[in-house]
């Protein structure tokens, strides 16, 4: 019974998703999530905001909240290449800008293909991950958007994006 509710499961989440890198590592997300990919622009920094938002950028007349992937996972920030982009994703009726390090390919992911994330230890958030998928040898962590940019970037979002 177990194994088929993890099978429905992992069927649940086949679809298309967009890859990309950071730190050299891929992570996919949910297509249906991007609104667009731009390169890389000037990001104005907005004060008393955690070190992973960038700042706001404005993207044709919206003010749009940038935040950089790298700093979220706790990686190391890095120089910005000619690679780097800004991948627009709306999470709850939001749009909001995530710095990666380089957009890969958009992949068609199976069921067959995808697995549960593992346990990683306790006080590590797993929530994050819609599953793994397994493609040509390599393993991409399928990232759930939505978790990742939790309540407290939403409302941080909404306070940047709202006009008084």
């Known amino acids: 019974m177990q194994a088929l509710k993890e099978q429905s499961s992992a069927l649940s ?8 890198v ?24 907005v004060p008393q905001t955690p070190n992973y938002m960038k700042g706001v950028i404005n993207l ?11 700093l979220k ?11 780097t982009c800004i991948i627009v994703v ?20 199976r069921g067959e293909d995808l697995e549960h994330a593992p346990h990683l230890g ?3 958030n797993t929530e994050i991950f819609l599953g793994m998928a397994k493609i040509k040898n390599k393993v991409k962590i399928l ?3 939505d978790k990742v940019l939790g309540i407290e970037e939403i409302n941080m979002i909404e306070s940047l994006t709202s006009v008084n």
Not at 13 to 20: A, I, N, Q, R, S
Not at 65 to 70: A, H, I, N, S
Not at 74 to 83: L, P, S
Request: charge should be negative.
């Open 60 to 70: 044709r007349g919206k003010v749009i909240p940038v935040v950089d992937l790298r």
């Open 143 to 145: 990232l759930d958007i």
């Open 122 to 124: 306790d006080g590590i």
């Open 73 to 83: 996972f706790g990686f190391q920030e890095t120089d910005h290449t000619k690679e």
């Open 22 to 45: 950071l730190c050299g590592e891929e992570y996919g997300i949910e297509i249906l999530k991007v609104r667009e990919i731009i390169g890389i622009m000037d990001i104005t920094p």
């Open 90 to 109: 709306e999470v709850k009726n939001k749009l909001t800008g995530i710095l990666v390090d380089t957009v890969s390919e958009v992949l068609d992911v």
């Open 13 to 20: 989440h086949e679809g298309k998703y967009l890859t990309f």
